[in-house]
Structures are given as structure tokens and as C-alpha cells.
């Protein structure tokens, strides 16, 4: 069973900057990527980033792009997911994903592995 857990969630104020962080198994890390995920109340679950193993390629999605970075650090088996001028739309329930069954990163029916998810709740 692969093993995720997010950490680094919290309430800040807009504009402020958040690392999240994702802790992996060594399994997990066998992956072909890895990702994240979003879900505010009323809401289903929406793409925000993936990373590629093969060749370190990312992909996110344009409410993003310009303020979050995703990246890994191998030697710790944690994923990452920078937050910079955060907004109150990105507050969400933030959830680390693994193996996905499928090279279209952005649907969250074709990951197997889900963490339990950190809130993340930004104020106005």
C-alpha cells in the first residue's frame, strides 16, 4: 500500500506564500509522477500540478501558473508544492496524489494513491 501524507496546510492572508509538503513512500517513488489536487467545499476535486519522473517534466494548471512550483526532493521522498501570492480562490483542501494509471495528469480518476489532504485557507 502506498503511503502519502500532506503537512503544511494553514490560514493566511492573501498575497502570503505556503509550502506544502507531501512524504512518500519508497513505493511511491517507483511512481510514474506525482501531483496535486485541490477540493473546495461544493466543489470537485480539480487538478493544480504533476511532475514526471522520466524527465522531470511539469504541468499546472493556469489558475497556477506564474505562482505555484511543484518539486521533489528524491533524497527525502517528499513532494512539494510552492504557493507564492496566494488568493482566496485557492482555498481548498490541498491532497498529494501517486501513480496514476494514465499520462493525463489531469483527471483525478486516473490516480491510484491519494494522501489525506492539509486545508489551506486564505482570507481576504
Known amino acids: 500500500q502506498v503511503q502519502l501524507a500532506e503537512s503544511g496546510g494553514g490560514l493566511v492572508q492573501a498575497g502570503d506564500s505556503l509550502r506544502l509538503s507531501c512524504a512518500a513512500s519508497?513505493?511511491?517513488?517507483?511512481?510514474?509522477?506525482m501531483g496535486w489536487f485541490r477540493q473546495a467545499p461544493g466543489k470537485e476535486r480539480e487538478f493544480v500540478a504533476a511532475v514526471n519522473w522520466s524527465g522531470g517534466k511539469t504541468y499546472k494548471d493556469d489558475s497556477v501558473k506564474g505562482r505555484f512550483t511543484i518539486s521533489v526532493d528524491n533524497g527525502k521522498n517528499t513532494l512539494y508544492l510552492q504557493m507564492n501570492n496566494l488568493k482566496p480562490e485557492d482555498t481548498a483542501v490541498y491532497y498529494c496524489?501517486?501513480?496514476?494509471?494514465?499520462?493525463?495528469?489531469?483527471?483525478?480518476?486516473?490516480?491510484?494513491?491519494w494522501g489525506q489532504g492539509t486545508q489551506v485557507i486564505v482570507s481576504s
Open positions: 519508497l513505493r511511491t517513488f517507483s511512481s510514474l509522477a
Open positions: 496524489a501517486a501513480d496514476p494509471s494514465s499520462t493525463y495528469y489531469y483527471q483525478a480518476s486516473f490516480w491510484r494513491s
